[in-house]
């Protein structure tokens, strides 16, 4: 954290280690075969819910970190969470029961959920304030939880790290210093985190630990119910100083910051051959804590502000770094994914009232790369060589290397500017496969990348192009797809819903046969074609009871009946129930005669969006339009009768205010499908 000193006051502690899997108290490595955790930063509960349903139980990711989920000073900047002004579940995140719905939600997807807790300090705002969720407060005084009494006497800023007291005792950036030694204080702290496993999480990433000292940490945890259920993980930033990582080990995993470091000066020079050599960097290299004990990563939310370590910003060398990570079979991963930022204080894209706006990968600048291809693909690597030690190393002495693991997978990492054309190696069994780094099997081969055949040996030849990785595993043989997404089986129920109602967001609320029913308010539901979003329900096809929801209390559920669906296919549309795929027809079928079919980028990030508009001469709708519709990633859409005019003059709105006029000038869209994006109208379907 003190690298962060240096910034504004609040270059705030959260070096928010990215967290990784789950373990009783005794053994702090996270159990495998799913020990990667997806580092959300900054997203907000309702997103996380959906990824989880969408992308990170599907992917193989064991875990989701969130950021600190407790009421926290107001501001914009990205450190807010990281200041305190209660313990309340409230933030600009979103609220108590988003919370919890998201955690049930994640569950159901097979993922769990670990919270950031901030627990060493409260805020660093000297003239006090009120909190996000109305809370006052003063530096030192926070009523009905903490009063003057309740921190440290040293109410000033660390100045010497060689000083043990100093570290645990003083402010760091301002932040007030809680009394951790107190029994008072690790009661109320301890309550907290209670409160949050009494919601579900199932475990903790406990930011600024190296400031408090490791027997006030006994004194806490031994407060916290269900420990044995719970993976806690820590960040201690190893430096040369008198605190070090171990004298945490009893209380959960340690971030192991040099690991990250030599990524950035391997990845970031060029020359990653030493990284394989000998045992490889892990518990054999000097001052790297052991196997059980390391979490590692390749950034986290503050190195990649600080310029630490690696971050997005260094594209393809950064995904070669994760690639590794993932991988190397040292330590329990985390993958960062925030939003990209120009200023390092900048916090997310934020609505009007402060909360932040739901994250949707490829707007408002979200990184998502937990959800990227070549980082996404590896999760599933990792969980198929789980358990496995590295074998079959080489190196071309310098910038490209290669290992197996086991008999389970390999990997190539070319970090040249040339291409590496050979023979490898391996000790995977014969067989046809899929380079994961670009593509997953499918029923017929491979998604994309082609195909890579292993001879009886072990052996294969490939090209592996500059700054580029290949990897192949057993669960990924090219023509061996069970992807219910994409490739449905014969048990399953492929659900169509029809997005007439406008909603933002869908949920299908099921129980398969007289099973048990889903979590409130469901499993979200994805755009599938314009006008559709849909789901598939393993083993749904022999019969499923649903009801559709937009996850924030607006339901049809067939008036009380709810729906019965059945078969490979169901649609429901205007509360009727149909059978026939609504998508089975390509997207570019040319839209009905004497029509506009608008699309309109969702790069702006409204929850809503509307199109006001005027056919030909004719009237205008009444403000603020008509709503548009999911249509794929990134585009909503309205189709728009233009009975003999050959276009409309339109302008878009969130239905809260929000304007895209065109610059004043409207915009002027003809028949066909046109699309609107950055203020140009082009032809073409976006979706197709």
Known sequence: MRFLASTALIALIGTLLSATAFAAPATAAAPGPKDTTAVLFSWTWNAIARECTDNLGPAGYGFVQTSPPQEHVQGPEWWTYYQPVSYKVESRLGTRAEFKAMVDTCHAAGVKVIADAVINHMSGKSAGGTGWAGSSFQHYDYPGIYQSQDFHSCRRDISNYQ?????????????????????????????????????????????????????????????????????????????????????????????????????????????????????????????????????????????????????????????????????????????????????????????????VIDPVCGQNGWTCKHAQTNIENMVGFRNAASGTAVTNTWTNGSNAIAFGRGDKGYVVINRGGGSVDRTFQTSLPAGTYCNVIVGLPTSTGCSAGGT???????????????????????????????????????????????????????????????????????????????????????????????????????????????????????????????????????????????????????????????????????????????????????????????????????????????????????YTIGAGYQQVKGGAVTAGNPCA
């Open 452 to 666: 890579v055949s292993v001879a009886a040996n072990g052996t294969f030849t490939a090209s592996v192009g500059a700054n580029a990785a290949l990897a192949l595993h057993l669960g990924a043989k090219a023509g061996t797809s069970t992807d219910p997404g994409t490739n449905p089986g014969a048990g399953d129920l492929k659900v169509y819903y029809s997005t007439s109602k406008g909603w933002s967001s869908y949920n299908v609320h099921y129980r398969v046969g007289s099973g048990a029913w889903t979590a409130v308010p469901g499993v979200g539901m994805t755009a599938a074609c314009p006008g559709w979003v849909s789901k598939t329900i393993t083993g749904g096809a022999a019969g499923i009871t649903a009801a559709f929801n937009n996850g924030s209390g607006t339901w049809d559920n067939n008036g009380s009946k709810d729906y019965a669906l059945s078969g490979a296919v169901a649609t429901v549309n205007g509360g009727a129930v149909g059978s026939v795929d609504p998508c089975a027809t390509t997207p570019t079928t040319p839209p009905p005669a004497d029509t506009a079919v608008v699309y309109y980028s969702t790069t702006a990030g409204w929850s809503t969006t509307n199109v006001h508009y005027r056919v030909g001469t004719g009237a205008w709708t009444a403000v603020p339009g008509v709503g548009m519709t999911a249509a794929c990633t990134g585009w909503v859409m309205k189709s728009i009768p233009l009975n003999g005019a050959s276009g409309i003059t339109a302008a878009f709105n969130n239905g809260s205010g929000t304007w895209d006029n065109n610059g004043s000038k409207d």
């Open 163 to 355: 000083n043990r007291t100093e570290v645990q005792e003083c402010n760091l950036v301002n932040l007030s210093d809680l009394n951790t030694s107190s029994s008072y204080v690790q009661g109320k702290i301890a309550g907290y985190l209670n409160d949050l496993v009494s919601l579900g999480v199932d475990g903790f990433r406990i930011d600024a630990v190296k400031h408090i000292a490791a027997s006030d940490m006994q004194g806490i945890m031994s407060k916290v119910n269900d420990r044995a259920r719970l993976y806690v993980v820590q960040e201690v930033i190893r430096a040369n100083e008198p605190i070090q990582p171990e004298e945490y080990t009893s209380y959960g995993d340690i971030h192991e910051f040099a690991f990250a470091r030599k990524l950035k000066e391997a990845f970031g020079g060029g020359t990653i051959n030493w990284l394989v050599t000998g045992n490889g960097i892990g518990p054999s290299w000097a001052g790297f804590l052991p196997q059980a004990n390391a979490a590692v990563f390749v950034d986290n939310h503050d190195t990649e502000r600080n310029g630490e370590t690696l971050s997005y910003k260094d594209g393809t060398t950064y995904d070669l770094a994760q690639i590794f990570t993932l991988a190397w079979n040292y330590g329990s991963p985390s993958i960062h994914s925030g939003y990209q930022f120009s200023d390092k204080e900048a916090g997310p894209a934020l609505a009007g009232n402060g909360e």
